[in-house]
Structure formats: structure tokens, C-alpha cells
């Protein structure tokens, strides 16, 4: 019987810094029964209990939006071996049908979102803090591009959002833990090398 503890890792970033690249490519190098991933994005409370600035626009860049009681419940039951289900966050798109994901227990669990450092209890809880950022005009033109393309979102309320909502909440949740991560990745240009660091750093844990 194997008794080892789940390897635990935590990956923050800022919007549009790369988080979901670098997951995919991580992913990659390993297979389904070696890692599982949870995502803080499948923990958004209904849009209804969101809450909303002072122009009356939803802000979704507040760790209050977060059920953060599910998501520690899931973890648990991850690092105890069982299987969780999750319905997917399909951003409030209301012509997509969330689909069920069933998430199982793996000897390395990644979790990644925005707010996962912050909520203390996770960010003492992991074996292996990752923080993964670009320049912030270099994230701004991802996100416009992103959230145009594959959200249908108009520019003015892309920057709307950056300015009032996602800006403020990187420097008040993400950058106070970026120097207490074991990694920085800078992500301006290519990360293959760093992804290819992790990667092997990840197989010696379970080659032990």
C-alpha cells in the first residue's frame, strides 16, 4: 500500500500571465494517473452573489467570489484519494453548457487561480508555490485578445475590468506572495526551458 503524501502544488499569476499555458504544457509531459489539476476558476459563486463596484459592475477579481469552502472540501478529498466532481465555469456564458468534470486523486495535485495564495490555508498547505507573471502591458494585450475572441467581451469593459478590478486585486492578492514562492517564471517571451525544469523536477518526485 502507498502511504506517500500527494506532492501539493500551487500556481498563481496575474490575468493573462500564462497560468493556463503553462498548466497545458505541464501536462503534457505527464500522464492522467500522475497528475490531476483543480482550477479556482470552477469555484465562482453564482453570479448573483457576486459582488459589485460602485459603478454597479460585478467584480469578480475579489477572493469573496470564491467558494473556498468547496474548494478546500475537494482538495481534502483529493489528498484522502477519493474522486471529486465538479460542474465546469463556463464565465457566465449562457449559451454554453457547463459540462460535469470528474477529477481523480493523482500523486501530484495541482491547484492554480488566482486567490490561492492568498487564502491561508492552502498556501500553507503546498508542497511547491509557483508564481508566474509577464509585463503588465504584455498581459493587458493577451487578456483584450482573449476575452474578445473567446469571450465575447467588448473592449471597453476588458479595460473597464483591468483598470478597476483586476489590476487592483494583483497588487493586493497575488504580488504580497510573489517572494515567498519557490519559483518565478517570467513569462514576457518563451518558457519552454522553465516548463522543462519543472517537469523534470516533478518526474525525480515520483521516481522516488
Not at 70 to 75: E, F, G, H, M, T
Not at 92 to 107: D, V
Not at 136 to 155: A, F, M, N, P, W
Not at 164 to 170: I, L, Y
Amino acid at each position: 500500500m502507498n502511504l506517500k503524501k500527494p506532492y501539493l502544488i500551487g500556481i498563481a499569476g496575474g490575468s493573462a500571465s500564462g497560468k493556463t499555458y503553462l498548466l497545458n504544457a505541464l501536462l503534457n509531459h505527464f500522464n492522467a494517473d500522475e497528475i490531476c489539476l483543480i482550477s479556482q476558476d470552477h469555484y465562482y459563486k453564482p453570479q448573483a452573489e457576486q459582488l459589485v463596484d460602485e459603478n454597479g459592475q460585478i467584480n469578480y477579481d475579489l477572493p469573496e467570489g470564491i467558494d473556498k469552502t468547496k474548494l478546500l472540501a475537494d482538495i481534502d478529498q483529493l489528498l484522502l484519494g477519493n474522486s471529486i466532481q465538479k460542474l465546469e465555469y463556463t464565465f457566465n456564458n449562457p449559451a454554453a453548457k457547463p459540462k460535469e468534470l470528474t477529477i481523480h486523486p493523482a500523486p501530484i495535485i495541482v491547484i492554480e487561480g488566482l486567490f490561492i495564495f492568498h487564502f491561508q490555508e492552502l498556501f500553507n498547505a503546498f508542497d511547491l508555490k509557483i508564481f508566474i507573471d509577464a509585463d503588465h502591458d504584455i498581459k493587458l494585450t493577451r487578456r483584450l485578445e482573449r476575452d474578445q475572441t473567446e469571450r465575447g467581451y467588448s473592449k471597453d469593459s476588458i479595460l473597464y475590468q483591468w483598470h478597476n478590478h483586476v489590476m487592483p486585486a494583483f497588487d493586493q492578492y497575488l504580488l504580497p506572495y510573489q517572494d515567498q514562492c519557490d519559483i518565478i517564471i517570467h513569462n514576457n517571451n518563451e518558457i519552454k526551458k522553465d516548463i522543462e525544469q519543472l517537469a523534470y523536477q516533478l518526474r525525480m518526485f515520483l521516481s522516488k
